[in-house]
């Protein structure tokens, strides 16, 4: 296990800083350009439902280095209402900021692993596994 | 996406062809790689990956620039590839629930069969079609075992799934009336209470429920709110609306319903039926009920069957062969 | 798209910006004009496009070559466009039907809505979720005029709208049964031929009906070929299968059900349920009867709701989320 | 009214024939390069049509220039089998090529006008106009 980098969410700004260092792990741990820009997509996912919807939260980023393979692990942990129906949450199409395909199921699609917990009033937590091909 | 490797040379080679000749043989090429990723479900974002390699080996010297730009690009791609793969997602669920919606459609039409009963000395012609493919009319033959034919007609408000789910509540209860030997306005009042009881209050069903007692040649009918049928007088050729007051279906558990009756003579018809056929809409116009009767009265010389086949033919073309609503209509010929 | 314009101000702004600065910032704002252009119903060949210009905008001397490989590249975008055009189509006609099937949901909600009874000396938990929106499970509670209480739970083959059409005749044939009087196997019996009269060969429904007198803590059960609840024994501390044996409910009209019977001591459960629950699968892989047991003994010192609802929890979870099956489970703790 | 020029359809070289034309056709016609590619797609798309579902057709190309709009015409005729439900063919997903986002849907999305005719055992006209902006 690689250490442990993590970015508050409090502005919007710290969006680009999550980004920024997931792009940092994800280049050391060996992702090519465009699954770069995948995780840094699915960090702006997070990183923004946290920065939209709680209080504070923060992104932690390691690196995942296996017998078999390596990879990116990203975890979104925050304070919030907490998500009551997780189903719908991941369904398609309904997606809380309104966009258009993106939300988690955007997340889950960019990802190779994802789970997500949540309690309300407790808070939500996400984690999102890639690994390099 | 384990093909990309050799689809990446086939890039590169029809780039470097184009580039050289822009001729449109490559372009055509561009193409059919496009729609060979699509059919395999690679993300527009390979795309332009596929082409910056491409680019890249082309010319080892590329700009600095220009290998910038191209990560933008990439970058912009992304959603788009989100989108993607949600259209491919879409498409599987969306062939799921028409497979889904045709089984139930079928399991209707099971549930829904009326067998038209044989009656000397009356000439029966049905005919009920879905506006989609579930349908929320209903139509019923029921041969009492006092010799009596009733026939039910109803429509549930709405078209669609849920009008098809509260259709089947009327098909179970009727099933569950004592065979035929109950009048018109006591079914009505038992199936408006099972509709109040099951059914929340924004939706409601309008039923008409005629009896006909061959020997006598007597019809007794009741109606819930629904779409007056007409009443043909041979003797003086000319046709009435069958007037009957009810509450529709549901609203209220206590209500009870009038029951009109009526002799029918030799040629006499009951044209029975849904405000599918009464509110036919030819563009934004809806027709006028003289113009139903005009239709009626041109095939009125027919088989009942083929009188009702004729008429329903006529409205279908006239709404352009898009039924706006469910269609049902019934013909009795004394 | 009229609103391209300023976006292409925009994006060649950002797009200098980010050749000279390589940063993360600007590559933020290409994701968020690439998801405000899918907002927009941008195809992605627009965004090539725009690129091009901004890069002929930035560079006026851009090499020949560059240029038409960029042109080749806007070639194969054009498929992706219209598949990009489908998927803005899919998504209006997704929420259309969702819309449709949300109504009739809603009605089937109302049709199958069923009370908890209160009664001394049970712990009654029930939790049943659809794998879709509308449910192919049932269940029901029918409370005796001679205190004992009934519960059934009926599961039809497949799920989604054909299931619940299925669904709602289970529900109108117990209404028409008298209150509580008739016994697991009479009930089994009769509506075993309301199935077979009404729903064709291929379709069929699993039941098990139990009832349990509150007095003598007796409860008699019956199975048409349900997936077989679980038995706790407290005195001993175990699980053991509720074994009943019985043809599905709609294959054979004559079909006799066998009646067992068991008594409930202090503490004992009894736990109903649908093979949504037992044929959970995490991945590739089913789990294991033993699994469910494992989850059930876990929460089992909780109140018999909230043991049903984490046990619910648990498993949605192990499945990601997204039921593969309706899911019906009932606990009832002595 | 300009001239018009058509192209027959009989082998797969001929899709990339009535594509060449089609374009220099669109590009008199004032069209830029994005709707050109669009144009050239659609074409592609009606002549497949004709080179595996028919015996001969035939493409025709036409500068509409009203007073308000100047656009293309493009006029797909063949002698073929005929189409039997054209709401089918017509019906997204529904795609006789088998392939996913074309077939005659995908050309309707191209252009601003479709019009398809077509009698069983005779043949089909296909009239797509695109309107230069
Ligand atoms: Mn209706
Ligand atoms: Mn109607
Ligand atoms: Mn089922
Ligand atoms: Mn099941």
Not at chain 2, 101 to 106: H, K, P, R, T
Not at chain 2, 169 to 195: A, F
Not at chain 2, 317 to 331: A, G, K, N, W
Request: net charge negative; charged share 25%; with cysteine.
């Amino acid at each position: 296990m690689d250490l442990q980098s993590c970015v508050t969410i409090e502005k919007e700004w710290d969006i680009v800083k999550a980004r920024q260092l997931g792009r940092e792990v994800a280049q050391e741990a060996g992702f090519g350009t465009v699954d770069q820009a995948r995780i840094a997509t699915a960090i702006s996912e997070l990183a923004r439902n946290i920065y939209l919807y709680t209080n504070s939260g923060k992104l932690c980023f390691e690196i995942i280095d296996n017998v078999e393979q390596k990879g990116i692990s990203m975890l979104s942990i925050d304070d919030g209402p907490g998500i009551e129906d997780i189903s719908q949450v991941m369904e398609d199409g309904y997606s809380t900021s309104g966009g258009l395909g993106a939300g988690l199921p955007g997340v889950k699609r960019l990802v190779d692993q994802f789970d997500i917990q949540s309690e309300k009033g407790k808070g939500t937590e996400i984690r999102a596994v890639k690994w390099a091909r | 996406m384990g093909t990309l490797k050799p689809d990446a040379a086939n890039y590169q080679s029809l780039l470097r062809h184009y580039i050289a000749k822009q001729d449109e043989h490559s372009l055509y090429g561009a193409e059919q790689i496009s729609k060979h990723f699509i059919k395999n479900n690679v993300p527009p974002e390979e795309i332009v990956n596929l082409h910056n390699q491409a680019l890249s080996a082309l010319y080892p010297d590329l700009p600095e620039h220009i290998q910038h730009s191209m990560k933008f690009l990439l970058e912009t791609m992304i959603s788009y590839g989100i989108a993607h793969q949600e259209y491919h997602t879409l498409r599987e669920q969306q062939s799921e629930i028409k497979s889904e919606i045709a089984v139930a459609a079928n399991m209707q039409d099971t549930l829904l069969a009326t067998t038209k009963p044989v009656i000397d000395g009356l000439d029966i012609g049905a005919v009920s079609v879905p506006a989609h493919q579930m349908s929320g009319d209903y139509h019923h033959f029921v041969t009492g075992e006092d010799g009596s034919l009733g026939i039910a007609v109803a429509d549930v408000i709405g078209k669609g799934i849920p009008a098809a789910l509260c259709m089947s509540m009327i098909k179970y209860s009727m099933d569950s009336l004592p065979e035929g030997t109950m009048r018109p306005q006591s079914i009505l009042k038992k199936l408006n209470r099972v509709v109040e009881r099951n059914v929340d209050a924004s939706m409601f069903i309008t039923m008409f429920y005629a009896q006909y007692f061959p020997k006598s040649g007597k019809i007794l009918y009741s109606s819930a709110g629904h779409e007056p049928g007409f009443y043909y007088n041979a003797k003086e050729n000319t046709f009435e609306e069958i007037k009957a007051k009810g509450l529709v279906l549901g609203v209220n558990p206590d209500t009870e319903y009038r029951q009109y009756e009526r002799i029918l003579h030799q040629g006499d018809m009951v044209i029975l039926l849904t405000d599918g056929v009464t509110e036919c809409r030819q563009g934004e116009r809806f027709i006028e009920n003289k113009e139903v009767l005009d239709v009626i009265a041109t095939f009125s010389h027919l088989e009942a069957q083929e009188m009702v086949n004729k008429v329903y033919k006529h409205f279908e073309r006239l709404q352009d062969f898009q039924l706006r609503d469910d269609f049902t209509l019934i013909v009795l010929k004394k």
